[in-house]
């Protein structure tokens, strides 16, 4: 280790022995919060070894809680640390985005806001209405730090790896989810983001907010939807609501792709008028023309349509759903985020879909899916710095989520002034159009195949190995249709429910099906597709892991 | 692990043809000089046979492997000679599956080992048959090769040996060979922890006095 950090390790080290002398109220056990950079590779393997948890991954850095001792333990692995507080009781973090040069309007002595990197800022207070010394544009994301220190697991990105322009099977159900995706109606759309502009300000704690929240609950009601209020509290005592409903699978309906988007808004003048158009009527708006267009369909998985709200003041809503639903076991195999899709400004159409790299499968099924469907561009970001929407909540509950956003720059963002007039609604039917596909074809559309969907897939994975290389080989028996059928097409995929690939050519008649040539250090997934002599797929067959049946 | 190109492989058959001949043309002249009172100099082709240390390696390549070497002997002071030789070898095998109680699935395999040795022999005795004992050092190339697939592993190691046999002397020019080795070359690590390419190696054959 240089001369200069074992300087900064024993002055670190003095710093925190005197500061746990000298402050008794804080215990020498309570974990510090800590910057690390850069953020790499090696860095994440130190945290996790030193037993300390990354609250949030960053472009530059690694934002992290750790126990005191863990300090020295990740100083000692050559691991830069800095730190950045040592939290007390009652004390409010928050990640925010903002672009000034000072985030705040004035220097309130309860407020401070520390850059960690370019654009973000680390906002720590104690003053519950410290939204009010923030200059807009911004945006929050509250870093529930009592809990991290309480003990409860966070993920950190993972070394997913997912191929990039796989010539993949697109769909078993091009011409069925055309015909769903001819549904996406751009007056629909115009009519719900009105509705919910109209609601003067949809800011998460007004009396409008809840009249939005009941207008969506209504809408899916209307439907036939099953649909609930799902409350939550914040900061106190303050409440909000997000509003839930379920399309049931007929197959494997434990298996759930969600769908979500937060209705609540703000602004310069968020109590009195927040229209939030763009940010973010479109995105509900496109979650209730999903409900209307998919509710009359039969899926395998079970599709939940979720509007959330607290977005604005830290992702609360989608915070609490995603926890919830770690807790509950709830296998959510995709999240899908829509925020902000009807600006995509003057240069280019492009729809952003942000992914981190445990997600990235998600946004290249979503691209492979959708694209055909539609013209706008569709471009893959990988980057879990990008917290600054509901998907965020999701990921750091471990789940595969991406957020579909526009990729320009909306000079009304956060201001009295985003209103319908200012959105491309072309551009939003698009992204409609592009989440819809996906969610269908993640939620396994029920095909209009006469081959019924493959029993009985079993997988066993043998290696085989030279003195210097192994392979792996999967050996697929399933068990044999009883209606005629043209044979069965095999998929293969790097991660459960990811971007599925045709292995056979023409459809197989036999029942077993062997895959050599593998990389034994991976783990595949297998699902099947009978045939019928019209040369359509039935639906896929249960998913199984290549070691399933080892 | 460094990489050494298929080219070593077609140069090694190369220079043992070269040598072979050089040593058939040069006899001829050799044995016309009248007054030589003892050859220290000799070159000699060797076979036989060699059984691999490492359990999985026989496992793999459970063919029997003969392995043949040129090699050049000189007398340089009282009963010590040095030597070199270049050692080749190669065989074929199969994969061996992790899981036995599964399917199996076999793939067909190709190694090809050439070794360079250098080391020290100290001879016990002058009479017809002198036994002796050595050691040196050895460099070894090697190549495994999958059949059904573009898999292939070259490399180059290091390594040691101990060996001890007899020479046993035909007439003035010619002797016969044989040597008991035992080599040892790790080999880095492979797909079932660490390899080890030595083992034990007899090997029969001639030797012939060049000057």
């Known amino acids: 280790m240089p001369m200069q950090a074992k300087l900064k390790s024993i002055l670190l080290t003095l710093w925190l022995v005197s500061a746990a002398w000298i402050a008794p109220a804080s215990s020498s056990t309570q974990p510090l919060l800590l910057k690390i950079s850069p953020a790499g590779q090696h860095e994440l393997l130190v945290v996790t070894e030193a037993g300390a948890t990354v609250v949030q991954e960053l472009r530059s850095c690694l934002l992290v809680s750790a126990p005191p001792q863990a300090v020295a333990q990740m100083q000692a692995a050559d691991v830069a640390t800095v730190l950045i507080a040592a939290p007390a009781q009652g004390e409010f973090f928050f990640l925010l985005h903002s672009k000034l040069p000072s985030p705040l309007s004035a220097q309130p002595g309860d407020i401070t806001c520390q850059l960690l990197e370019e654009s973000v800022w680390l906002l720590r207070t104690t003053n519950p209405d410290f939204r009010d010394w923030l200059v807009q544009p911004f945006r929050l994301k509250a870093l529930r730090l009592s809990e991290l220190f309480s003990g409860r697991a966070r993920t950190t990105s993972g070394q997913f790896q997912a191929e990039n322009g796989v010539a993949a099977h697109l769909s078993l159900r091009t011409a069925i989810i055309q015909d769903l995706v001819a549904k996406v109606s751009l007056e629909r759309l115009r009519a719900d983001i009105l509705t919910l502009q109209n609601f003067q300000t949809r800011y998460t704690t007004t009396p ?343 | 692990m460094k990489t050494t190109s298929l080219k070593f492989f077609r140069v090694a058959p190369f220079l043992l043809a070269v040598l072979l001949w050089l040593t058939c043309f040069s006899l001829p002249a050799v044995t016309q000089a009248k007054k030589i009172p003892q050859q220290r100099f000799f070159i000699g082709f060797a076979a036989g046979f060699f059984f691999p240390q490492q359990e999985t390696f026989r496992e793999i390549y459970n063919h029997a492997i003969w392995p043949m070497e040129l090699r050049l002997d000189w007398d340089i002071f009282g009963s010590f000679s040095v030597f070199g030789a270049a050692r080749y070898l190669e065989t074929s095998g199969s994969t061996v599956s992790l899981f036995p109680e599964l399917p199996a699935e076999t793939h067909a395999l190709h190694w090809q080992m050439a070794t360079l040795r250098l080391g020290l022999n100290y001879r016990f005795g002058r009479s017809r048959f002198a036994p002796f004992a050595g050691m040196g050092g050895s460099f070894s190339f090697f190549r495994e090769q999958w059949r059904d697939v573009a898999l292939n592993t070259d490399g180059k190691k290091a390594g040691f040996f101990f060996q001890a046999g007899g020479r046993y002397r035909l007439n003035r020019f010619w ?37």
């Open chain 1, 208 to 550: 409008q907010c809840t009249a939005a929240g009941d207008f969506i609950l209504g809408r899916f009601h209307q439907l036939g939807l099953a649909a609930e209020n799902d409350p939550f509290y914040f900061e106190g005592s303050k409440e909000g609501k997000n509003i839930v409903t379920v399309i049931p699978g007929k197959l494997t309906p434990e298996k759930i792709v969600l769908a979500c988007a937060h209705y609540d808004s703000t602004s310069n003048n968020p109590l009195v008028f927040a229209p939030g158009a763009d940010d973010n009527a479109s995105g509900t708006a496109a979650i209730l023309e999903l409900a209307r267009i998919l509710a009359a369909e039969e899926f395998s998985f079970s599709i939940v349509l979720l509007c959330v709200s607290g977005e604005e003041q830290g992702l609360y809503g989608s915070d609490h759903y995603a926890r919830q639903a770690r807790r509950d076991g709830a296998e959510i195999i995709a999240v899908v985020n829509l925020d902000m899709i009807a600006y995509p400004g003057r240069q280019q159409r492009v729809l952003d879909v942000i992914v981190n790299r445990q997600s990235e499968w998600l946004a290249d099924r979503f691209i492979a899916v959708a694209q055909p469907y539609i013209e706008l561009r569709l471009d893959k970001v990988v980057d879990a710095s990008l917290t600054w929407s509901d998907h965020s909540s999701f990921w750091d509950e471990g789940y595969a989520a991406l957020c579909g956003i526009e990729d320009s720059e909306n000079p009304y963002y956060h201001r009295t002034t985003d209103t319908v007039e200012t959105l491309d609604l072309d551009f939003a039917t698009e992204a409609v159009q592009a989440s819809l596909a996906t969610v269908a074809e993640l939620a396994q559309l029920k095909s209009n195949s006469a081959a019924s969907m493959p029993t009985g897939l079993r997988a066993q994975s043998q290696v085989s190995y030279s003195l210097y290389n192994r392979l792996k080989t999967v050996f697929l028996s399933w068990q044999a249709n009883t209606e005629p059928i043209a044979g069965y097409h095999v998929y293969r995929a790097e991660q459960s429910h990811g971007l599925y690939q045709c292995l056979t050519t023409q459809p197989v008649s036999a029942t077993t099906f062997r895959d050599p040539f593998l990389d034994p250090d991976k783990t595949y997934f297998y699902v099947l597709t009978a045939v019928d002599p019209q040369g359509r797929q039935s639906n896929y067959s249960r998913e199984v892991r290549d070691d399933e049946n080892n």
């Open chain 2, 175 to 211: 002797q016969a060979l044989a040597q008991l080795d035992y080599s040892v070359i790790p080999a880095g690590i492979g797909s079932r922890g660490k390899v080890h390419l030595g083992g034990l190696t007899l090997l029969l054959g001639l030797m012939a006095g060049l000057f």
